[in-house]
Structure formats: C-alpha cells, structure tokens
C-alpha cells in the first residue's frame, strides 16, 4: 500500500516562530488532507488540498502531486496551534481509503 | 449542527464486556469508516461501509462487528473485550472530492 512519511516527527518552537513541516507519499494520489489533532483529541480538518495551494488565515498549505510531497506552512505560531499534525492520503487505486503519516507533534512555547 | 458525531465520548469496562460505539453523519456522504487510533497516535483503518454495504475490512478481529442500517449510520460492535481494545475510535465519512470528515473520537478504556 501507499507510504507516508512526515517530517520532522517533534517541533518545538516559541510563539511567534514559523514552521514548515513536510508529507511525503510514494504513490499518486487522489486525495491529501492535512489534521490537526489539538490536545482534547479532536481531528481537525485543515486543508484537502491533492493539488496546489491554499491559504486559511495563518496556515498554508502547498501539494507538488507530480513530487509525491505536501507542506504545511504555520506563520506566527501561537500555543493554541500545539498538538500532532497528520497529512493522511487516499490513493489512485483500490478501495477507497485514507492512509495516514505518523504525524508532527508541535510544541508551542509562550 | 455536528458533521460526523459519535456516542460515547469516553466508555470504560471490564475485560470480557460487549459495547457499542455509534456514528451518524448529516453530509450526505456516501461511505463512512471506522479509525483506531493506538496509543503511539497512530491512526489505521479498520473498515468502510459505502452506501451501507461493507467495502474494506483491514484484517480485524471478527470481535469486531461493525453495522449500517443506511448510509447515515455506521454503528460499531466489539463482543468479549479485551486490554489490548483500548484505544480511540474514530468514525468518519467521506465523499469523492470533497475529502473526510472526522467525528470527535470515542476513548475506550478495557480494564
């Protein structure tokens, strides 16, 4: 099946710093989603994003599809934005289902 | 209005027990999924369910049962519980284009 590697797996930054953490998939892709799961455990969508750019706010989001890698940009970090970061992708071919990296844990120092 | 939600939250119980987790999603998604998510954080699929017919089992044990009465649903049966079934569970839905949405997780604790 597809592999995804994350990197770096622990982060650690004081408010304010910008980060940039990097997905790495080893097959195309028709689906790549970026999680935040904050402290209480909640999943939270981020960005679908199989292709291109995106912005929300603080957070971007950039998928080279043809170099199999994401990255997730955080400007300006806050210590609300700490928990694990997952990218988690769904492949070209198969049943249908999302494959997910082993995610970045992001420590926000105040 | 919540997307995906699941009931419980948080369930403990004994070795041995039965329990359900239940899912409902108000999207109109298709397919829905049971997630584990071990303790290391990591989250594999257990199975999906498109259009309330079974499409991925990912080697489970048959303890797990899960069951959709329609697409809305996807309910989850464990039977005889076990210390190594503590876990969170997270249902999800997804449809094609739009990516998945995830419910808020169930914390099981086998004790």
């Known amino acids: 099946g597809i592999q995804v590697e994350q990197s770096p797996p622990d982060l650690i930054l004081q408010e304010g710093a910008n980060s940039t953490l990097r997905c790495n998939f080893s097959?195309?892709?028709?689906?790549l989603q970026w999680f935040h799961q904050n402290p209480w455990g909640q999943l939270i969508n981020l960005f679908y994003?199989?292709?291109g750019t995106k912005q929300n706010g603080r957070l971007s989001a950039t998928t080279v599809a043809t170099e199999r890698y994401s990255l997730l940009y955080i400007s300006s970090s806050q210590t609300t934005d700490s928990g694990v970061y997952f990218c988690a992708v769904d492949s070209n071919f198969g049943n249908e289902k999302l494959t997910f990296g082993t995610g970045t844990r992001l420590t926000i120092i105040p | 209005d919540t997307a995906v939600s699941q009931t419980p939250k948080y369930l403990v119980t004994q070795m041995g027990n039965d329990k359900s987790i239940k899912c409902e999603q108000n999207l109109g998604h298709d397919t829905m999924y049971w997630y584990k998510q071990d303790s290391k954080k990591f989250l594999k699929i257990m199975f999906s369910?498109?259009?309330?017919?079974?499409?991925i089992n990912e080697t489970v044990p048959n303890r797990f049962s899960p069951k959709s009465p329609d697409k809305a649903h996807l309910n989850l049966h464990i039977n005889s519980l076990e210390l190594g079934d503590s876990a969170v569970y997270f249902c999800?839905?997804?449809?094609?284009?739009?990516?998945?949405?995830f419910g808020s997780g169930t914390r099981l604790t086998v004790v």
């Open positions: 097959d195309s892709v028709n689906n």
């Open positions: 999800a839905s997804s449809r094609q284009g739009r990516g998945y949405t």
């Open positions: 994003i199989p292709s």
């Open positions: 369910y498109n259009n309330k017919e079974l499409i």
